[in-house]
């Protein structure tokens, strides 16, 4: 495994790049998340909205909550 490529498994706030490199997204989409509500609130460092860090183990429960509503469609 790749460690450069995979820096933010390590991490425990994850920037707006990191997770659009996790979630495989454009940032379009990601502004449409967060302003829909569905993803999780970001976290700002020094007050501002340029330095917004997202809590890792919120994200890998939004991917959770994601991939359970995904198999329970596939049930169906």
């Not at 490199?21 to 997204?25: A, F, H, N, P, R």
């Given at each position: 495994m790749n460690d450069t490529k995979n820096s933010w498994a390590t991490k425990k706030l994850l920037s707006i790049a990191e997770i659009l490199?996790?979630?495989?997204?454009k940032r379009t989409t990601f502004y449409y998340l967060r302003k829909s509500g569905?993803?999780?609130a970001a976290i700002s460092i020094t007050g501002s909205q340029r330095n917004q860090r997202w809590r890792k183990e919120d994200v890998e429960e939004f991917i959770e909550a994601k991939r359970n509503l995904a198999a329970m469609q596939n049930n169906m």
């Open positions: 490199e996790i979630l495989q997204i569905a993803f999780p």
